[in-house]
């Protein structure tokens, strides 16, 4: 699609979509935000416009792609273990049907769906690409499988083009979800499970955003699928050793057995579900020790000329400035 013409974004309150809303104004795309509630944290320019609508109602989203050429669909109900997975896929899969509908109806030229790298699960055979085997571990991975196939059947009707994309683990200023894990570094709390040998990658928010932006701009790339990853992926003790560094701590020495822990985490989840508790300790974050994550971006790089630039110690350096500029890290 050419610069100009207006682009709609779901889920533009989270973190993704902050960032990726940035980076669209700055390239001066016109945006149509499909949002909860006006977010009163996003500056938008006079041709902007925010529509309050939800993908779980398709009566909203008429007026969300409405003179879209395209949409980008970042909304995802993430995991939480105290939600119920009737939750996850209604949002993850039946929203994701209702707002490719929606886009069909109106026109819109060209269908971004951000999925994860999470649908390959624990990866074998390693760097992985996007043909690997799709392994997904949990009901969040499982809703994002089940919305990548409502995509793919989406790309052999009408002419609208289909493009998914599985970003890697994401980080950067804006984002809550690691803030957990640098604030035990920082105190010399953090668990280890195992030795956490298996590799690791991440990608910082603004390779991310440029990714999406090449997506949007590049042209034939309708039915594809596309991995998104920083410039190189690493062990996960070196991550975790990174992440350390970047508090000015040493890595952790605090080591446990994986298997027990992991028993721990599902007596956990299972005591805390009866009474819609967020347990403290999820089997996902145990399983984050031992799923082997490494995955090859040369089609990214071949036919987007995506060129991820941030590697994972600036990344880290640049995401504790910023924890510590708003306070949340001291």
């Given at each position: 699609?050419?610069?100009?013409?207006?682009?709609?974004?779901?889920?533009?309150?989270?973190?993704?979509?902050?960032?990726?809303?940035?980076?669209?104004?700055?390239?001066?795309?016109?945006?149509?935000?499909?949002?909860?509630?006006?977010?009163?944290?996003?500056?938008?320019?006079?041709?902007?416009?925010?529509?309050?609508?939800?993908?779980?109602?398709?009566?909203?989203?008429?007026?969300?792609?409405?003179?879209?050429?395209?949409?980008?669909?970042?909304?995802?109900?993430?995991?939480?273990?105290?939600?119920p997975p009737e939750k996850s896929w209604?949002?993850?899969?039946?929203?994701?049907?209702?707002?490719?509908?929606?886009?069909?109806?109106?026109?819109?030229?060209?269908?971004?769906?951000?999925?994860?790298?999470?649908?390959?699960?624990?990866?074998?055979?390693?760097?992985?690409?996007?043909?690997?085997?799709?392994?997904?571990?949990?009901?969040?991975?499982?809703?994002?499988?089940?919305?990548?196939?409502?995509?793919?059947?989406?790309?052999?009707?009408?002419?609208?083009?289909?493009?998914?994309?599985?970003?890697?683990?994401?980080?950067?200023?804006?984002?809550?979800?690691?803030?957990?894990?640098?604030?035990?570094?920082?105190?010399?709390?953090?668990?280890?499970?195992?030795?956490?040998?298996?590799?690791?990658?991440?990608?910082?928010?603004?390779?991310?955003?440029?990714?999406?932006?090449?997506?949007?701009?590049?042209?034939?790339?309708?039915?594809?699928?596309?991995?998104?990853?920083?410039?190189?992926?690493?062990?996960?003790?070196?991550?975790?050793?990174?992440?350390?560094?970047?508090?000015?701590?040493?890595?952790p020495w605090l080591r446990v057995p994986?298997?027990?822990?992991?028993?721990?985490?599902?007596?956990?989840?299972?005591?805390?579900?009866?009474?819609?508790?967020?347990?403290?300790?999820?089997?996902?974050?145990?399983?984050?020790?031992?799923?082997?994550?490494?995955?090859?971006?040369?089609?990214?790089?071949?036919?987007?000329?995506?060129?991820?630039?941030?590697?994972?110690?600036?990344?880290?350096?640049?995401?504790?400035?910023?924890?510590?500029?708003?306070?949340?890290?001291?």
């Amino acid at each position: 699609m050419a610069k100009g013409q207006r682009v709609g974004v779901t889920g533009s309150a989270g973190f993704i979509g902050k960032a990726l809303v940035r980076g669209l104004a700055d390239q001066d795309y016109p945006l149509t935000l499909l949002q909860h509630a006006a977010q009163p944290d996003i500056t938008l320019s006079p041709r902007d416009r925010v529509v309050v609508g939800d993908v779980t109602d398709p009566n909203s989203l008429a007026p969300f792609t409405k003179d879209c050429a395209a949409v980008v669909h970042l909304v995802s109900d993430f995991r939480s273990a105290a939600n119920p997975p009737e939750k996850s896929w209604l949002i993850n899969v039946e929203g994701t049907r209702n707002t490719l509908a929606a886009a069909r109806a109106a026109g819109v030229r060209r269908f971004v769906y951000c999925s994860t790298i999470g649908v390959h699960g624990n990866v074998r055979s390693t760097p992985a690409a996007e043909d690997a085997p799709l392994a997904p571990g949990d009901t969040y991975q499982e809703t994002k499988v089940a919305a990548e196939q409502v995509c793919r059947d989406a790309m052999n009707v009408g002419d609208m083009e289909v493009i998914i994309a599985r970003p890697a683990s994401v980080y950067g200023p804006g984002d809550l979800r690691m803030l957990k894990m640098f604030r035990m570094l920082s105190k010399r709390l953090f668990l280890q499970a195992g030795p956490a040998r298996e590799n690791f990658h991440a990608v910082y928010i603004d390779d991310l955003v440029a990714g999406f932006l090449s997506l949007l701009e590049t042209e034939g790339i309708g039915g594809e699928t596309f991995i998104l990853g920083g410039p190189s992926y690493v062990p996960l003790r070196r991550y975790i050793a990174t992440a350390a560094q970047a508090v000015d701590a040493p890595p952790p020495w605090l080591r446990v057995p994986y298997a027990p822990l992991l028993a721990i985490a599902a007596a956990t989840e299972v005591l805390c579900r009866p009474f819609g508790l967020e347990p403290p300790l999820h089997r996902r974050r145990v399983r984050f020790f031992r799923n082997n994550r490494a995955f090859d971006i040369s089609k990214a790089k071949q036919l987007l000329g995506y060129a991820p630039e941030i590697e994972l110690a600036e990344g880290m350096r640049r995401t504790v400035a910023w924890y510590r500029q708003t306070g949340l890290l001291t």
